[in-house]
């Protein structure tokens, strides 16, 4: 039998040689291990501290996110500030829960953060919430 190997019991060899798969696996699994945190990309921001009780949450919440630089997104899609009260007019045309959640920047002007929420008024939206974190005292 010409072509085939046989061991001392007179049998083909019938050995599959896995390293190959298992370094194919092993690169995958790097890979996947380093996109994996990169995949939850959010926007930087430093949210103040307040002792208020967090609400409990019914449907995917809206969320105006304010960063320190005044940029304004609306959940992860950047507008323009001049631009807000047109663009929540329209986000909110065919919605029937007008509910905002504004996370903004602890480092933002006090003015500029209560001119965004007069915008989100005047755009017809009924409840408006601040985002925050927990104080100090209560992190666990």
Do not use: C, W
Not at 30 to 44: K, W
Not at 54 to 76: D, G, Y
């Amino acid at each position: 039998m010409a072509g085939f190997q046989t061991s001392d019991e007179e049998g083909p060899v019938a050995e599959i040689n896995i390293t190959p798969l298992v370094d194919v696996m092993l690169v995958l699994l790097v890979i996947f291990m380093v996109t994996a945190p990169m995949l939850e990309s959010g926007i930087a921001i430093q949210l103040p501290r307040a002792s208020a009780k967090a609400l409990p949450k019914e449907e995917s919440p809206v969320t105006l996110n304010i960063t320190k630089e005044s940029r304004v997104f609306l959940n992860r899609e950047e507008i323009p500030s001049t631009d807000l009260r047109n663009r929540l007019q329209a986000f909110f045309k065919n919605r029937g829960k007008k509910e905002v959640f504004i996370r903004a920047d602890g480092a933002l002007p006090y003015a500029f953060v209560a001119q965004t929420m007069a915008a989100v008024k005047l755009a017809g939206v009924e409840k408006i919430g601040l985002v925050t974190l927990p104080p100090e005292s209560e992190k666990k």
